[in-house]
Structure formats: structure tokens, C-alpha cells
């Protein structure tokens, strides 16, 4: 058989439809996903801190509300667990069929959507409360509630991508269900 005529070896990357990003690209994609993650929760923070010491001190509050030192920590972990569970998804957008990278795309603007919502709840809730009273509470009620079930349609979008980014948003949304009866029960302490 001539130099020619040999059977060649495939090209591994015309096997199928999987691309790779380089090393560097993943983890400046996980970067900006935790940089974006934590900006939502800074922009948050801007509008609590003040209020923390003001008109939420002195609120009428659940039984069950946590003291306020645990809302920090608890938040930086689930910032970080829902920036590594969209990293996954992103990571997957071109890692296989073209119904998986659709997919991962569906996923990643639901992801967005969520992320908007949890950026408008903490100015609403902490930040109107003290123009308008009680019905900020209500409208960050109502905002929480769009959360909680964005987030998880979120969570299901992500389990027909990655499985491990879905149940990465398990704690998240756990914790966001909990907020929610803490937003309720303010709400209803206090108007």
C-alpha cells in the first residue's frame, strides 16, 4: 500500500461533535461567572447594610428569622455554588449534540433571568422599605416568588444539561423558599 492509499488516523476532533476550550478559557469563564455572581450580591449588600441597623433592627420579625450574622456566610457559599453550577452549563454548550448546546443556552438565560430577580429583591425589600413601608415588603414578596420559581425552572433546565449544576441549585433554592417565608412573615408583622 502506498504513502497514499494508507488508511490515515481520524482526527480526533472530527470523531464527533465534542470541542474543548482551552484550560485558560474555562477558568477565566469560571472567573466571570463568580465575579458576576458576586457583583449581584455586592449591588444587594449597597442597599442592606444601612437598613440592617435601621428599620429591619427594629421590624417585627418570625420566630424562626435567623440571626443576621448567618445571611453572609450562608450567601457567599450559595453565590459560589450557583456560579460553578452555571460554569458547568456554560462548559457544556459545546460539549456534545446540538440539542445539548440549545440546551445549555436555554439554560444559561433562565440562569440570567433568576440572577436579575435576586438582584431586584435585596434593594426592593431593604431599600424601599424606608419610602414607602410595608408595601415595599409585598412587592419584594411578590419578587421572591418569581424567584423561587425561576430558580427553579432553572434547576430543571440545568439537569437536562449537567446534572451536578441542577443539584448544585438545590441549596440555593432551599434557601431562597426559607427567605421567602421570612419576606412573608415581615410582610404580615408589619403592615
Do not use: H
Not at 1 to 30: F, H, K, Q, Y
Not at 110 to 127: D, E, H, K, R, S
Amino acid at each position: 500500500m502506498s504513502e497514499s492509499t494508507a488508511p490515515t488516523s481520524p482526527d480526533v476532533r472530527s470523531i464527533g461533535p465534542r470541542r474543548t476550550d482551552p484550560a485558560w478559557r474555562s477558568a477565566l469563564a469560571l472567573l466571570c461567572f463568580l465575579l458576576i455572581a458576586f457583583a449581584v450580591a455586592a449591588f444587594g449588600s449597597l442597599t442592606t447594610m444601612e437598613q440592617i441597623d435601621g428599620w429591619y433592627a427594629d421590624a417585627d420579625k418570625a420566630a424562626w428569622n435567623p440571626p443576621n450574622w448567618i445571611f453572609g456566610p450562608v450567601w457567599a457559599v450559595l453565590y459560589t455554588m450557583i456560579a460553578v453550577a452555571a460554569w458547568l452549563v456554560w462548559r457544556r454548550r459545546r460539549d456534545g449534540t446540538p440539542e445539548l448546546s440549545d440546551g445549555a443556552s436555554r439554560a444559561l438565560v433562565l440562569y440570567i433571568v433568576q440572577l436579575v430577580l435576586n438582584a431586584l429583591w435585596t434593594p426592593c425589600f431593604f431599600g424601599l422599605y424606608p419610602f414607602i413601608g410595608a408595601p415595599a415588603l409585598w412587592i419584594a414578596l411578590v419578587i421572591i416568588l418569581a424567584l423561587d420559581l425561576a430558580v427553579l425552572a432553572t434547576m430543571f433546565a440545568f439537569w437536562e444539561v449537567s446534572r451536578v449544576a441542577a443539584v448544585l441549585l438545590i441549596p440555593y433554592w432551599a434557601w431562597l423558599l426559607f427567605a421567602t417565608t421570612l419576606n412573608w412573615s415581615l410582610a404580615a408583622l408589619n403592615s
